[in-house]
């Protein structure tokens, strides 16, 4: 069946670092790929998406591409600011099955000043 | 308007209680979702409806019993929990499930929900 694994956390990085959350995905097909955010109190917000192998998706200085001979959709930011403190979840989805969306384990990112 | 809103924003009951949760959107979504959420956990889908109709019932306890009234607002009803249903419960929305479309979920910012 279709599953997300990802990296474990936390990451603790200092301001201006550079951001990998590793993601890879068990699935047949072609599931679209997606990043939420969930910044603490809050609900999940989406990053970023890909709908189909090559494609990049790119939103506030994150990008990821779906790498389909790795079965891959790695998170990255060159410079990451303390702001951008939070859980990162990835996500596999399919039109065939109703909206329903596998999450990754969520990946803690702790920026410090 | 591309916005979930979720009402109320924190929610204490005792187990003998009965409440709803509620959830709103605006953006003409023929989906919609209710998600559980333990501390530092990903969301736990609880139920899917399609085009106000239940679709997805992820074996759910009776105590909690979802209701679409039309296709903007979906509640949760909630009776006799337990403690371990404390969580922070998460709304979200789709434009067309099944249909071969990316389904990107929209959430809303959920509510946090305290059983004593």
């Known amino acids: 069946g279709d599953s997300v694994t990802q990296m474990e956390g936390p990451v603790t990085l200092s301001e201006e670092a550079f951001l990998t959350i590793n993601c890879t995905y068990t699935?047949?097909?072609?599931?679209?790929l997606f990043w939420y955010v969930q910044y603490p109190g809050e609900g999940l917000q989406l990053l970023l998406k890909a709908t189909k192998a090559d494609d990049k998706g790119s939103n506030k200085g994150f990008e990821a591409t779906y790498r389909k001979e790795t079965t891959s959709f790695h998170l990255e930011k060159g410079s990451v600011q303390v702001s951008d403190s939070a859980v990162y979840f990835c996500a596999l989805g399919r039109g065939s099955t109703l909206g329903r969306l596998y999450f990754g384990r969520g990946t803690q990112l702790t920026v410090w000043p | 308007d591309t916005e979930v809103t979720q009402t109320p924003k924190h929610l204490v009951m005792g187990m003998t209680n009965k409440k709803s949760l509620k959830c709103e959107q605006h953006?003409?979504?023929?989906?919609m979702y209710w998600y559980k959420q333990k501390a530092k956990k990903p969301p736990e889908l609880m139920f899917v409806?399609?085009?106000?109709?239940?679709?997805i019932n992820e074996s759910v306890p009776s105590r909690f019993s979802p209701e679409c009234p039309n296709s903007s607002l979906l509640n949760l009803h909630l009776h006799a929990l337990q403690p371990e249903d404390s969580a922070l419960y998460l709304c979200?929305?789709?434009?067309?499930?099944?249909?071969?479309?990316?389904?990107?979920?929209?959430f809303g910012p959920g509510t946090r929900l305290t059983v004593l």
């Open positions: 953006m003409g979504h023929r989906a």
């Open positions: 979200a929305s789709s434009q067309s499930p099944g249909q071969g479309v990316n389904n990107e979920q929209f």
């Open positions: 409806y399609s085009y106000e109709k239940l679709s």
């Open positions: 699935a047949t097909g072609y599931p679209s």
